[in-house]
């Protein structure tokens, strides 16, 4: 039988901090038949998306209180390639990335002005640092202009469903970009 | 994820879709068809399935192998099948027309059109539900807008497997009664199947994401929207499948269609209620033509809505029919259509030309490869000849629908133009055309360049 590592993440969401890479690294950790048995404040879709690509199904139950038990099983099918995280989605990427040297608030751009505003500020930025911006939804068109220029990003929705954010460390340049 | 890239052939539909676009109009300038002779003869099939198929599916196609990936945040299946699918709709559609002319007796009746025509049409349909189906089929659990495509993609499946019933009753290689029966009372559902469930369902499923995107507003997931969905899937259940086999039994599917209308306006009502919320709720306050236009559209669905229950209630709907899809197909489905095209092209071919160039120095916006208050000009001249060319119909003026439907033609060919010019970047101005990095874009198609 296989078994669960739990991870209760409701402390960093009430105190309004950000859980993912908390979860990454414990999915990173787990043996190829263990579970995770998630506790959040809400029910994490975002997150059944990102570990449905790594492999695994998902079985929720609402628990009272706004609080949701997420287990999340290996279903033994090869992970697709397409991981939410990051352009290069290898182990040494999943170390802990630098605190965000620029923030945007992009919710109230038209498109595709998030996305010009991103690249525009990633362009003066030094490789190693990450930028952190807020969008009001998945950035789909900007995730393969990052990959051409060589910068990892990770991104979810936060807890309210509505806002994304997207954090994006500068890669070393290229030349591929053209 | 790693985001969506730009659809290989999404243009190449396009192109193809505006092509079948003229020649329909130019059948109605011609007077061929439809009110020329009967709303049955083969001279209006033709017009008909050059509207629906040549027109209106592949630019649908199109439209999904791009936006289908948006919806549902997950790769398309297949970048190569596009192309092959659009070549057997093609020629299937070329069988098509040719198993018409037979009917009206202008090619020898032996040849095996009809068959042919079901034959590759189902091929063609197959590639596009395989590509899109597996693509949606990765990306489970669905949002709610793709919920709409799936019922729709459902909806053309059985739209072609009627019509292939239909082409082997008339190719002659079947006299069960049952499909005989089929052929002489089914049609309606046939239409339905088509003009309602695959390209209303999709376009009302579409509008959600891509009207949400455009002018700011909250992506709709409410208690309206499924009531939308659910209730939309169940009249075009109780339509299709309660109207097939009371077709086959010979009974007619006058009820099945009725009751399957009167739970699709409750669905349309929840429809409506989100649009004008959307448009209400919207952070963007001046929005752009793709947006004003679209309204109007909507606008046409409703008309035609009304004008179908007063012809109901008058009793009247065999005499006016052809006017009520003639504004269900231009003033909604094309008018949609063409107002989405003027947006999705300018945006896709900024993608691909300025994406590298982005954030490294100026780049053009995308409102800077169109320009607007030219084209809405001939946009508000297509709706008024759509306006004009129903009454028209329902007046019974033959030659006054000839003339504006040649009008509608200039209309149609200036907004083509305006496409044109937005993807050969016409528009930008020259001295920020062509920034460092940037590249000019193929007419016909995308390059898709691996990361």
Not at chain 1, 39 to 62: D, I, M, R
Not at chain 2, 66 to 78: E, T
Not at chain 2, 184 to 190: F, K, L, R
Request: glycine share 10%; with cysteine.
């Amino acid at each position: 039988m296989p078994g669960f590592v739990e991870l209760d993440v409701r402390p960093i969401l009430r105190a309004g901090g950000e859980p993912f890479e908390k979860i990454m690294q414990t999915i990173n950790t787990l043996k190829p038949d263990q579970g995770l048995r998630l506790l959040a404040t809400f029910k994490p879709v975002p997150l059944f998306h990102v570990l449905g690509s790594k492999g695994y199904t998902h079985q929720e139950k609402e628990l009272g209180g706004g609080d949701w038990e997420v287990l999340f099983t290996p279903s033994g099918a090869p992970a697709s390639n397409a991981a939410t995280v990051g352009a290069d989605a290898n182990a040494k990427d999943n170390a802990a990335w630098p605190e965000p040297v620029q923030h945007l608030d992009n919710r109230d751009l038209d498109p595709p002005e998030p996305m010009v505003k991103i690249l525009a500020t990633t362009e003066a930025m030094a490789p190693g640092e990450v930028l952190s911006a807020y969008l009001c939804r998945e950035p789909l068109f900007l995730f393969p202009e990052l990959a051409k220029r060589g910068h990892s990003w990770r991104g979810g929705f936060e807890a309210d469903g509505k806002t994304y954010k997207v954090l994006v460390r500068v890669g070393k340049p290229t030349g591929a970009a053209a | 994820m790693p985001g969506v890239t730009l659809s290989r052939w999404t243009m190449s539909y396009f192109a193809a879709a505006l092509i079948f676009l003229l020649i329909a109009e130019l059948l109605m300038v011609a007077g061929y068809g439809y009110p020329a002779t009967a709303i049955a003869a083969p001279e209006t099939l033709i017009l008909v399935h050059v509207t629906a198929i040549g027109w209106l599916s592949l630019l649908l196609c199109g439209a999904l192998y791009q936006f289908v990936p948006v919806l549902i945040a997950h790769p398309i299946h297949s970048q190569t099948l596009p192309l092959p699918a659009l070549a057997f709709l093609i020629a299937g559609l070329g069988a098509l027309i040719a198993g018409f002319l037979q009917l009206a007796g202008f090619i020898a009746p032996h040849a095996l059109c009809f068959p042919v025509a079901g034959f590759l049409l189902s091929i063609g349909f197959a590639l596009v539900l395989w590509n899109l189906g597996k693509t949606l089929w990765a990306a489970r659990p669905l949002t709610l807008p793709a919920r709409f495509v799936t019922v729709g993609l459902l909806s053309i499946a059985a739209t072609v497997l009627i019509g292939v019933i239909f082409t082997l009753v008339l190719g002659g290689l079947t006299e069960h009664g049952h499909f005989i029966n089929l052929l002489q009372s089914g049609v309606p559902v046939h239409a339905v199947a088509g003009l309602v469930g695959w390209l209303t369902f999709i376009a009302m499923g579409v509008s959600y994401r891509l009207l949400a995107m455009f002018m700011l507003a909250p992506e709709l997931d409410g208690p309206t929207t499924r009531s939308a969905l659910y209730l939309g899937a169940a009249a075009l259940g109780v339509a299709i499948l309660g109207g097939v086999p009371a077709s086959m039994a010979g009974i007619g599917p006058t009820i099945p269609l009725l009751m399957g209308f009167a739970i699709g306006l409750l669905a349309l009502g929840f429809y409506a209620r989100d649009i004008l919320y959307l448009y209400r709720t919207r952070r963007r306050r001046k929005i752009e033509l793709n947006s004003r236009m679209a309204a109007i559209a909507v606008g046409n669905l409703a008309a035609a809505i009304v004008l179908l229950i007063a012809l109901l209630i008058s009793d009247n709907v065999d005499r006016y029919i052809g006017a009520v899809v003639f504004l269900f197909a231009f003033g909604w489905l094309s008018g949609l259509g063409l107002a989405k095209l003027y947006k999705i092209t300018a945006f896709l071919t900024w993608l691909e030309c300025y994406g590298p160039a982005l954030g490294k120095g100026p780049t053009p916006r995308v409102q800077d490869l169109v320009t607007e208050p030219r084209a809405i000009k001939w946009f508000w001249l297509y709706f008024a000849t759509v306006w004009c060319g129903t009454i028209f119909l329902i007046a019974e003026i033959p030659l006054g629908f000839r003339i504006t439907s040649a009008i509608m033609l200039i209309a149609t060919i200036a907004i083509i133009n305006e496409l044109l010019r937005a993807r050969r970047l016409l528009d930008v101005k020259a001295e920020i055309r062509m920034p460092k990095g940037a590249s000019s874009a193929h007419l016909l198609y995308a390059q898709v360049k691996k990361a």
